[in-house]
């Protein structure tokens, strides 16, 4: 019944290792997107796909390669994680690009990097 | 570049009190704003989202106006809950479907 699911919750790895979370909508939607939330709770975009096309790279590091294998699904790798990369991660969804619909979040991940 | 500011940091409040908590945004071209709730270890919960042609939105106890000119928002809770305690988010959408957020106000509403 969950809108917006992302897997794992929780992981924990070490640094230089490689490793992706996975999101999943129900929605039916056109748009996800990838936000990152800091320690200090501040959250920034990271990435954006419409119809499994990117639209939005917010300057982020290479280490970080988003795909979306179909209009459901937007999953994130990360190479060579740093001490940095610690963050909670969330992913979205909204229906197109237009400007009146809300964007739906997913749980979260919490990536510990030691 | 846009950016979003929220006043204050944290609010705690006795149950029963009306409160108001405000947003700022720098960058008055913007095509909605979206106010959020996010619980701890939880994710975002949308509350309302007000179009740039609009000046508010209601939903049961919420209230939130905006102010596109000036660059602000407000929101408006009636009759606060200890339920309500949570951490409040206002965002702005801008083109290209950029969302930025504001660092959040925490609320703490005490029984």
């Known amino acids: 019944d969950t809108a917006v699911s992302q897997t794992p919750k929780y992981l924990v790895t070490q640094m230089g290792n490689d490793k992706s979370i996975k999101c999943e909508q129900n929605?039916?939607?056109?748009?996800m997107y990838w936000y990152k939330q800091d320690s200090k709770k501040f959250l920034k975009i990271m990435f954006s796909y419409n119809n499994k096309e990117l639209i939005i790279n917010e300057t982020v590091p290479n280490r970080f390669s988003p795909k979306s294998p179909d209009k459901a699904h937007l999953n994130l790798h990360i190479n060579s994680l740093e001490l940095g990369d610690s963050a909670v991660y969330f992913c979205?969804?909204?229906?197109?690009?237009?400007?009146?619909?809300?964007?739906?979040f997913g749980p979260g991940t919490r990536l510990t990097v030691l | 570049k846009q950016e979003v500011t929220q006043i204050p940091a944290a609010l705690s409040v006795p149950e029963g009190e009306n409160l108001v908590l405000n947003c700022s945004f720098t960058d008055s071209a913007i095509y909605n704003l979206q106010w959020f709730r996010q619980d701890p270890g939880k994710g975002l919960t949308s509350l309302l989202l007000i179009q740039s042609s609009q000046r508010e939105q209601t939903s049961g106890r919420l209230n939130a106006s905006l102010d596109k000119s000036s660059g602000r928002s407000t929101l408006y809770i009636a009759a606060s809950q200890p339920g309500d305690s949570a951490t409040y988010l206002c965002a702005v959408e801008t083109s290209g479907s950029r969302l930025t957020f504001g660092e959040g106000t925490q609320l703490t509403v005490n029984p």
């Open positions: 929605l039916g939607h056109d748009t």
């Open positions: 979205a969804s909204r229906g197109g690009l237009a400007g009146d619909s809300e964007q739906f």
